[in-house]
């Protein structure tokens, strides 16, 4: 049989999402796949457009790649716009003249943004905000301008305004309503994400009529209002709605909306039975989907369709969470109260600056609609109680007021909900799929996250999400118990609270106090490293040596047979040729085996436990510190040469990586902490796959977090661009004590950020906004910190008391006489067992 | 029974931790906890890692039990029979071990 030809047109989110779909398909092997794009590149993530300003890279949105494709035959043609559909040959044609035969025809076209008819619309610097390619002429023009106008003061135009805000333009919205966000929001939730806008520098301007745009006096142009006011502007940013693109179906006679739109039936097909439409330019039932989650739907029952499946589309809930410059703001459903015979409750704060409306229906039994602004606590809770109709509270209004105290008795308990409920709308995950993964064994969120995608989209369910796993985990019997061990019924964050707050300088203070028995190598490291992390003593004095791994208690890693090995600093990866001598005389001298680290540093393996002191003596001497790789603590700082000899490096990164290196070596934490600076976008240090990475941009230093190679590589997130040096090291002080102090007990920073309830955004919070008042605080902490640095083997080699320890024997000089080495490539290596019995017989 | 051989002195105990005695040319880990002040003797082979490393491991309790973890691969041993918790089948020899007139005292087992 013959494959079936599926041209898609249009390789958007949901034109992507369908081939997707397809080409996981078990039937894919019977379908060929053609895509058209009249953009120049495959799909990205339109949804995270704006963060394209805040550093992300065209890269970052790509949501596949040519390789993908390729892999996948998939053909695709991009820079091309379908023109013509030949309905009865079954060939669209291209602008360039292409011609394409088809069995199935997939219309995924999208929007445009509707630009109002004003005269002088169409003039240099009046631009809108849909495509990659827009954000570029968007950030050239405001490079020519001091002041930016959106037209259209609805959920997209305020995406706008935030981000021509942040490019440094005072910042006008233009809109014809009486209100802000007139689609989602009613009066009084308008009117307080007004203010709130205005408070943070925007100028609102509503009821405003724009009759057309003239050259200006003090700016580029002049915008002149039907009310006889005027507003000049450089720049005019159109965000005014959008329209289906639907012209194809115009043209070629296909069904379309009174207003736009290509009609559609449940199974996402139109008038021609071999030809779908989906996404944005669909129109079902009347209404266009303006959003991601119902695309993706549409796109997957079009699959099914044309696999033959029965898969229907339904409609889909529009209610919305999001947050606007800062702002939390959500509608639900029926945010206007027009169902008939709605009754509302209102919970207006002026003070704390919230709008609460919750719209019930006429027998009062019924969540009709919501609307959120300021805290969008609720969202979750009265989205569920709409979707699943259930039943409301005796109570209802205490579903919007403030908790006070025992707020377990209002709200939704999650148990309420059916095994249906979609708990991720981004990703189509229900109730009884976090409940599957819970029982294949799933205990925290990141489990949750990686098992079943819940929560990584736009990760607006994730408090739902984890509300969901711990009420499961709790009907499964787990006690949901965070105990670090047996000998406190603490866990590591509320240990590192005690030492903290009560000011407590020993383990043994704080067994007597907090805990029983005589402690473990659970706790006793945990607790080490938290003293070391607030009060940074020395970690080898009587009272926290019995604290301390198998690593630190000597200050070097111990190897399979007992044996050490040395890692100095060598911080940012700069040494000199004299101190690499050093390294390669002290390596000799004691025959000591030798690697470079993934750290870009250099490894010495094999010194015995009364060698440490001597090669110690001999490195410190030659000016080398301890590079601390045997504790859970700041490892390295990586970086590229950088600017000082790359023809294409921005800025420093060896000279900012030393700093860095410099300023946390010692630092001990919850586990080891990685680092990398990056002198421009090339990206030749990783610094994506570390706790902190840094790169360098034209505007200064893009800040990441989270990220980790390893065993479950993590990509980092930004968290902060353009930075200048200052800032950023202020906000590494705040992120790193904000780790120590809240993280578990060998959590690594990208396990901790997943688990952290309210993810990036809270933690942008806290280390950026100061939302729980502790920056200063944290600051501080550090300070102490690093004033109490010290090379700990500085301190070993000089006390004579200490040293006494190096020794295998206390009461003899011989060494460890079961060591056995065998050459390999010109080193030593530790012999295998079978080598072992070998090497004896050969001795005998 | 055989005669009590001093190691080390009382002063060379660091509380909570371990050390290696070397007895007649067997490897013994020496623990000594701060809390009852009482010492342990125990093999310093490590008979699931292979080496000679208990005496560095972390000292601790389980239960009722005095332990030492194996800094190789984390494996409890009671400090006082030598058995290994997690796997029965090893079973560190032990020594008897006294504190007598400020030196640490022990006898070949
Ligand atoms: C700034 C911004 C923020 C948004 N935020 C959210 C949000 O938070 N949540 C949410 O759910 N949604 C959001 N959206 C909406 C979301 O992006 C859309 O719902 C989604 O992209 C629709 O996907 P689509 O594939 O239908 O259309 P598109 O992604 O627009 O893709 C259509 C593609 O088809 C191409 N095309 C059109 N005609 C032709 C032709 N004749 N030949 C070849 N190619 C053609 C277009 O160039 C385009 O690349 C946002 C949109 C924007 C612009």
């Not at chain 2, 009590?4 to 880990?29: H, K, M, R, Y």
Request: hydrophobic share 40%; net charge negative.
């Amino acid at each position: 049989m013959s494959k079936q030809r599926v041209v898609v047109v249009g390789n958007g989110m949901v034109g992507h999402k369908f081939i997707d779909n397809l080409i996981n398909h078990e039937k894919a092997d019977q379908y060929e796949i053609v895509t058209f794009s009249e953009e120049s590149r495959l799909a990205y993530d339109r949804v995270q457009l704006s963060s394209y300003f805040s550093g992300a890279t065209a890269a970052d949105l790509a949501l596949t790649d040519r390789e993908y494709y390729r892999d996948n035959g998939v053909n695709f043609v991009l820079s091309d716009k379908v023109v013509e559909i030949d309905r009865a040959a079954k060939v669209v044609v291209t602008e360039s003249g292409r011609k394409e035969p088809y069995d199935k025809l997939v219309l995924a076209t999208g929007s445009f943004p509707f630009v109002p008819p004003i005269p002088g619309n169409d003039k240099e610097h009046c631009l809108v905000y849909r495509t990659i390619d827009d954000l570029g002429m968007i950030k050239a023009s405001a490079k020519e301008s001091k002041v930016g106008v959106v037209v259209g003061g609805g959920l997209l135009g305020l995406e706008a305004a935030n981000a021509i805000k942040n490019l440094g333009l005072e910042t006008h919205v233009v809109e014809f309503a009486p209100r802000l966000m007139a689609v989602q929001l009613d009066e009084g939730g308008g009117k307080l994400l007004r203010r709130k806008i205005e408070d943070l520098g925007v100028k609102v301007h509503t009821e405003k009529a724009t009759t057309e745009i003239v050259v200006g006096k003090e700016c580029r142009y002049r915008m002149n209002f039907a009310d006889g006011s005027h507003l000049e502007t450089d720049m005019i940013l159109f965000s005014a709605g959008i329209r289906p693109q639907d012209e194809l179906a115009r043209k070629f006679e296909l069904e379309v909306g009174e207003r736009g739109g290509i009609v559609v039936n449940d199974n996402c097909q139109t008038n021609d039975k071999d030809i779908y439409a989906i996404g944005e330019c669909a129109l079902w039932g009347g209404r266009i989907f303006g959003l991601v989650a119902p695309g993706y739907t549409m796109a997957k029952v079009a699959v099914s369709q044309i696999t033959g499946g029965d898969e229907l589309f339904q409609g889909a809930d529009m209610s919305t969470k999001l947050k606007l410059m800062g702002v939390d703001v959500a509608s639900i459903g029926d945010a206007h109260g027009n169902t008939p015979g709605a009754q509302s409750y209102t919970y207006n704060d002026e003070i704390e600056q919230v709008y609460k409306r919750l719209i019930i229906s006429e027998d009062g039994t019924r969540v009709v609609g919501a609307v959120l602004v300021g805290d969008v606590d609720a969202y979750g809770n009265l989205l569920q109680m709409m979707l699943n109709d259930m039943a409301l509270p005796e109570n209802p209004a205490a579903l919007i007021l403030p908790s006070t105290g025992d707020s377990a008795s209002v709200g939704l308990g999650v148990d309420a909900l059916p095994d249906s409920a979609q708990i991720c709308s981004c990703y189509d995950v229900t109730k009884a799929d976090i409940k599957a993964a819970v029982a294949a064994g799933c205990t925290d969120m990141g489990g949750i996250k990686s098992a079943t995608k819940a929560s990584t989209g736009c990760g607006g369910c994730a408090a739902l999400a984890k509300q969901v796993m711990d009420a499961e985990l709790a009907s499964l019997g787990y006690e949901v118990k965070n105990d670090i061990c047996e000998h406190f019924a603490y866990s590591r964050k509320e240990l590192a609270d005690i030492v903290r707050v009560k000011q407590i300088k020993t383990f043994d203070e704080l067994l007597e106090s907090h805990g029983h028995g005589l402690g473990c190598e659970i706790c006793k490291p945990a607790v080490g490293s938290i003293l070391a992390s607030f009060w940074n003593d020395y970690v080898l004095k009587d009272e926290h040596i019995g604290l301390q791994d198998t690593n630190d208690i000597f200050l070097g890693n111990m190897q399979k047979d007992g044996t050490y090995s040395i890692v100095p600093r060598v911080a940012g990866g700069e040494i000199t040729p004299e101190k690499l001598i050093v390294l390669g005389e002290v390596a000799k001298e004691y025959n000591l085996y030798t690697k470079i680290t993934g750290g870009q540093r250099i490894d010495l393996f094999g010194a015995q436990l009364h060698e440490l002191p001597l090669i110690w003596k001999r490195l410190v001497d030659a000016g080398f510190e301890t590079g601390h790789a045997y504790g859970k603590s700041v490892r390295t700082v990586k970086s590229c040469v950088g600017s000082t000899w790359c023809r294409y490096g921005v800025d420093d990164s060896v000279g900012f990586a030393i700093d860095i290196e410099d300023r946390y070596k010692g630092l001990r934490s919850p586990h080891k902490l990685k680092f990398a600076v990056s002198g421009c976008t090339r990206e030749c240090a990783e610094a994506q796959c570390k706790d902190v990475g840094v790169i360098a941009t034209e505007n200064g230093w893009n800040l990441y977090v989270c990220g980790n190679g390893g065993m479950r590589p993590r990509h980092a997130d930004l968290f902060a661009s353009d930075l200048d040096r200052e800032t950023l090291i202020k906000y590494v002080d705040r992120f790193l004590m904000f780790y120590v102090r809240t993280a578990d007990r060998l959590q690594r920073t990208s396990v901790w950020l997943e688990n952290l309830e309210g993810g990036l955004e809270y933690l942008r919070d806290v280390i950026i906004n100061d939302k729980l008042g502790i920056a200063e605080e944290l600051e501080a902490d550090m300070a102490a910190n690093i004033a109490n640095y010290q090379c700990e083997w500085k301190t070993t080699v000089e006390n004579p008391e200490r040293l006494k320890r190096f020794k295998h024997f206390i009461n003899s000089d011989e060494a460890d006489n079961s060591l056995a080495y065998v050459l390999e490539r010109g080193q030593r290596r530790p012999a295998t067992k079978e080598e072992r019995v070998q090497l004896v017989e050969l001795v005998d | 029974m055989s005669d009590w051989i001093t190691v080390c002195s009382e002063s060379d105990l660091t509380p909570n931790t371990g050390l290696c005695a070397l007895l007649g040319g067997e490897q013994v880990a020496v623990f000594y906890c701060g809390k009852t002040r009482k010492l342990f003797a125990v093999s310093n082979y490590d008979p699931i890692g292979e080496a000679n490393v208990l005496s560095r491991g972390i000292m601790g309790s389980i239960g009722e039990a005095t332990v030492v973890a194996s800094p190789l691969y984390k494996q409890h041993f009671n400090l006082e029979t030598g058995e290994c918790l997690e796997d029965t089948e090893h079973k560190l020899k032990t020594y008897p071990v006294r504190l007598h007139e400020g030196e640490v005292q022990m006898q070949a087992a």
